[in-house]
T-cell receptor, first 113, second 111 residues
Framework: DAGVIQSPRHEVTEMGQEVTLRCKPI?????LFWYRQTMMRGLELLIY????????DSGMPEDRFSAKMPNASFSTLKIQPSEPRDSAVYFC???????????FGPGTRLLVL | SQKIEQNSEALNIQEGKTATLTCNYT??????LQWYRQDPGRGPVFLLL?????KEKRKERLKVTFDTTLKQSLFHITASQPADSATYLC??????????FGKGTRLHILP
């Protein structure tokens, strides 16, 4: 198994641009999570899906952030417009059930100038 | 609100000694607690899960305890090696609920 796949691994963009992060969960997993990690705030849950349905998006910072999961093998996290304070590492994780062991992807390092 | 506390200061341990990391939580009664390891530039990797009815769990050189009265979990690495140097995250949760991660403790094993 290839594990959780994220793309791109690195993204540098200018303030105001749209950013789209992609995630392919492990086949057979039914829960998918998007996290943001910074030195100051640690690992923060943004949103999670169960069976492709968003369950909890209370961690999404504001309307500039949106996430979709059109099918069991793909999810996107979009930031529009991006701001410098969005600079962080964004992780995607998947699991068989919501509260059990999570398998993380390698992350996308985002820098907004 | 729920709060997870891990020692924010880095922990330096001499090779061969036992490293002990602490995780305290407040305003929370988790049914179980997980520990993850994170290396620089990588995502967290699951190490151990302990349930509320288990006092202790072991895996090779790793040992985790879970004290629901003290609201604390301890993570031990015995016979520590430089390769154990990483950040360790504690993550309590309840069934059917999201996991909350602590900020982690950086561990340095000195050769």
């Amino acid at each position: 198994d290839a594990g959780v796949i994220q793309s791109p691994r690195h993204e540098v963009t200018e303030m105001g641009q749209e950013v789209t992060l992609r995630c392919k969960p492990i086949s057979g997993h039914n829960s998918l999570f998007w996290y943001r990690q910074t030195m100051m705030r640690g690992l923060e849950l943004l949103i999670y899906f169960n069976n492709n349905v968003p369950i909890d998006d209370s961690g999404m910072p504001e309307d500039r952030f949106s996430a979709k999961m059109p099918n069991a093998s793909f999810s996107t996290l979009k930031i529009q417009p991006s701001e410098p304070r969005d600079s962080a590492v964004y992780f995607c994780a998947s699991t068989f059930s919501e509260a059990e062991t999570q398998y993380f992807g390698p992350g996308t390092r985002l820098l907004v100038l | 609100s729920q709060k997870i506390e891990q020692n924010s200061e880095a922990l330096n341990i001499q090779e061969g000694k036992t490293a002990t990391l602490t995780c305290n939580y407040t305003n929370y009664s988790p049914a179980y607690l997980q520990w993850y390891r994170q290396d620089p530039g990588r995502g967290p990797v699951f190490l151990l899960l302990i349930r509320e009815n288990e006092k202790e769990k072991r895996k090779e050189r790793l040992k985790v305890t879970f004290d629901t009265t003290l609201k604390q979990s301890l993570f031990h690495i015995t016979a520590s090696q430089p390769a154990d140097s990483a950040t360790y995250l504690c993550a309590p949760s309840n069934r059917d609920d999201k996991i909350i991660f602590g900020k982690g403790t950086r561990l340095h094993i000195l050769p």
